[in-house]
């Protein structure tokens, strides 16, 4: 059984800083690459961020890039995604996921294991 566990989600202002982390159990978690999602109400899940197997390679959506950045520690089955200068439109439930490729890592449909999600509001 595969386990993946989302925390770290919370309130904050707009400006401001959350550490979200996705522990990982079940699974070969050094060789899947981890993608971050977020889906805010009434729209579709949307590409956040992914990280390849060995971290080497990592991705972002237009909108976080140079705010957000992802890491993995494989030796604790967990991937972190660190949000810096949040804003309101960051506001969405966050989830973490598992897929065996690198490439298409952008689309949902290519991963097999998803989180719960946590809630990320953002004030303005």
């Known amino acids: 059984q595969v386990y993946m566990v989302e925390s770290g989600g919370g309130k904050v202002q707009a400006g401001g800083s959350l550490t979200l982390s996705c522990v990982a159990s079940g ?18 899940r949307e590409f956040v961020s992914g990280i390849s197997w060995s971290g080497a390679a990592t991705d972002y959506s237009e909108s976080v890039k140079g705010r957000f950045t992802i890491s993995r520690v494989n030796d604790k089955s967990t991937v972190y995604l660190q949000m810096n ?6 506001t969405a439930v966050y989830y973490c996921a598992a897929s065996p490729f690198w ?5 949902h449909g290519n991963y097999d294991y998803w989180g719960q999600g946590t809630m990320v509001t953002v004030s303005s």
Do not use: C, I, N, Y
């Open 27 to 44: 699974l070969a978690f050094s060789s899947v690459t981890m993608g971050w999602f977020r889906q805010a109400p009434g729209k579709e």
């Open 85 to 90: 200068s949040l804003k309101p439109e960051d």
């Open 103 to 107: 490439a298409g890592s952008k689309f």
